[in-house]
């Protein structure tokens, strides 16, 4: 140790991470210590909390990226950040501080209130696969998606088109290329079959 040498540091950290062969720039031992506590120190909150819901969601979004197209990948990473802003809002950035009440919470209040119905069913049902994955991947200790309800959309009633309105589609088809004796045939058809209904 009396050599002007700088004192070199390798091995893991806390949470298992490699740390390659590297200077300390240091020859001094104590120096060099100091630089490896920092190190430590780097890790040692990330080891008591656990990961981020921020790192998880990214984690989430590139596993699934192969499998969903653009759009799909866009309202995940969308719902995703949503979340991770509503939980940081809450001082639980962390996936052991996600609860089945901070999750019902985020849905009634992380959510956009002009959503439809069918949007926030939608939304919430990603949730519930990112929160699979997450248990599935020890990100989280409990099967939450287990408990957090789905939203159900009520799907409004559509009245059947009327004879009249059936009539008038029908009429239109037929001037499609100026119509074809197997479009009448079909209008025809179509006629008998509602006729039938009625």
């Known amino acids: ?14 949470r298992g991470d490699l740390v390659p062969r590297q200077s300390t720039g240091f020859s001094d031992i104590k120096q060099a210590e100091a630089v490896r506590a920092s190190l430590t120190s780097q890790t040692k909150g990330e080891t008591v909390h656990g990961p981020t819901v921020a790192e998880c969601a990214e984690k989430y979004i590139a596993s699934r990226r192969h499998e969903l197209g653009e759009k799909t990948v866009g309202q995940h990473r969308l719902l995703l950040d ?18 089945v009440d901070l999750l019902e919470t985020f849905k009634t209040e992380g959510l956009p209130e002009d959503m439809a119905d069918t949007s926030k069913a939608t939304a919430v049902a990603k949730l519930r ?3 699979r994955t997450a248990y599935r991947r020890d990100w989280i200790a409990q099967s ?16 059947p088109y009327s004879d009249e ?29 509602i006729g039938v209904d009625a």
């Open 165 to 193: 309105e059936v009539e008038k589609i029908l009429d239109e088809a037929l001037k499609l290329n100026g119509g074809t004796h197997e479009i009448r045939q079909a209008s025809e058809d179509v006629s008998v079959a």
């Open 82 to 99: 949503r979340l991770t802003r509503f939980c940081e809002g809450r001082h639980a950035q962390y996936m052991r501080n996600l609860t």
């Open 1 to 14: 140790m009396e050599c002007s040498c700088p004192i070199w540091i390798v091995g893991r950290t806390p």
């Open 144 to 159: 939450l998606v287990d408990k957090v309800t789905l939203h159900r959309a009520v799907h409004e009633q559509k009245e």
């Open 129 to 131: 696969c990112f929160l």
